[in-house]
């Protein structure tokens, strides 16, 4: 499969194989190589600049690895011969890029968000508030502190139990001083994985081959590559604006490789109306 595949996209899924393997290399050793080189919000202790590009060559794990390299093959296969090695390297890495931008700018947008609602909580002395905190922004899954597991929504909900129980400012600043630790955390997570410049290839696919059929697995139904473009931009916004405290997935990150990709397709269209084509 490899030797017919051309050297941009070959050398980038050896790239990232080897990101992987690195990253459980490392790993056996004490260290998280994420911790350096996923994107970090620009307001986190861990943010530094190189991770804009270094972001994209991270993945949580094989499974996420293997979708986003198939999806990167299976388009990009077809783009790079069209559009020559050049073009598509720097399409790859600016969708990339812009994918890490917007999903920062989201980020402190949802940051800004949370510290909102906790000084209201805090100001107004009200444990109501306080659910309303818990509701919008408190996700039901198990993290690591002190060396144990616990289920971060149960300890916000003991929490507010109390203060709804005993109104008492001591009580208050600890529901506060949760909620902070919890900010916090979400500022320092990290953002990995490739799937915002495959997003943007994925677009670029669309608008250049708009109505090759495809024949998607789940559901199993041919479509049209500008009809599945379109369904996938439409649910990736859908599941954002959603903001399921559970999800895990940085949609904005998908949806800001596409905007950058619909904006450096149509510059290049602008400037050469008719571009060479370089397929052979």
Do not use: C
Request: proline residues 5%.
């Amino acid at each position: 499969m490899l030797n017919q595949t051309p050297p941009v996209v070959k050398n980038l899924l050896i790239i990232n194989a080897l990101f992987l393997l690195g990253q459980w290399a490392l790993q056996s050793q004490g260290l998280n190589l994420s911790t350096y080189m996923g994107m970090h919000h620009w307001s986190s202790d861990k943010f530094m600049p190189h991770q804009l590009i270094t972001h994209m060559f991270m993945h949580a794990n094989i499974t996420h690895l293997f979708f986003n390299m198939f999806a990167l093959w299976m388009f990009g296969r077809i783009l790079e011969p069209h559009w020559g090695s050049k073009k598509f390297l720097i399409y790859y890495l600016i969708t990339g890029v812009g994918a890490a931008l917007i999903h920062t700018f989201y980020t402190g947008f949802h940051l800004s968000s949370m510290t909102e609602y906790a000084n209201l909580f805090y100001e107004s002395n009200s444990p109501e508030q306080f659910d309303v905190f818990i509701r919008k922004y408190i996700p039901d899954v198990n993290l690591l502190a002190n060396g144990k597991e616990v289920n971060i929504l149960s300890e916000f909900k003991n929490i507010s139990s109390d203060w709804h129980d005993n109104p008492s400012e001591e009580i208050r600043e600890i529901a506060y001083n949760s909620s902070q630790m919890f900010i916090k955390f979400n500022r320092d997570i990290d953002m990995v994985g490739a799937s915002g410049a495959v997003y943007g290839i994925l677009l670029a696919f669309g608008m250049t081959f708009p109505n090759v059929m495809l024949f998607l697995l789940f559901p199993p139904i041919p479509i049209k590559a500008k009809w599945m473009v379109i369904a996938y931009g439409a649910l990736e916004l859908w599941l954002g604006i959603s903001n399921n405290p559970g999800d895990n997935v940085a949609h904005f990150a998908h949806l800001g490789g596409m905007l950058f990709g619909i904006i450096l397709i149509l510059y290049w269209k602008k400037k050469n109306p008719n571009p060479p084509t370089y397929f052979h």
